[in-house]
């Protein structure tokens, strides 16, 4: 099993920017792929963007493709989302999840292993 805490969360204005962190413990990192969803106040979760186990194939979420970039270090069990020009839209919970996966179709997986979440309220 891994465990997975995030941080990085908070209150933004639109336009401005944040940085995601999710930290894993447990079994070895490079088994899993790993990745970001967001849920909002009554809608469901869905992902953001998720990365390979090498961190060499990243996917994104059309919503976000452009303004939000994933990378993983893992050398330090971590994985980011950096949030650039953010929109009022882009407010809700986030989670990182894992896959102990190494394949390719990383983005299709069901993630098994989930952090606590944490919250991105951004103002208009």
């Known amino acids: 099993q891994v465990q997975l805490v995030e941080s990085g969360g908070g209150l933004v204005q639109a336009g401005g920017s944040l940085r995601l962190s999710c930290v894993a413990s447990?079994?070895?990192?490079?088994?899993?792929?790993m990745g970001w969803f967001r849920q909002a106040p009554g809608k469901e979760r869905t992902l953001v963007a998720a990365t390979s186990w090498s961190g060499v194939s990243t996917y994104y979420a059309d919503s976000v493709k452009g303004r939000f970039t994933m990378s993983r270090d893992n050398s330090k069990n971590t994985v980011y989302l950096q949030m650039n020009s953010v929109l009022p839209e882009d407010t809700a919970v986030y989670y990182c999840a894992a896959d102990h996966y190494r394949g390719t179709y990383f983005y299709l997986r069901r993630f098994d292993y989930w952090g606590q979440g944490t919250q991105v309220t951004v103002s208009s």
């Open positions: 447990g079994r070895a990192f490079t088994d899993y792929a």
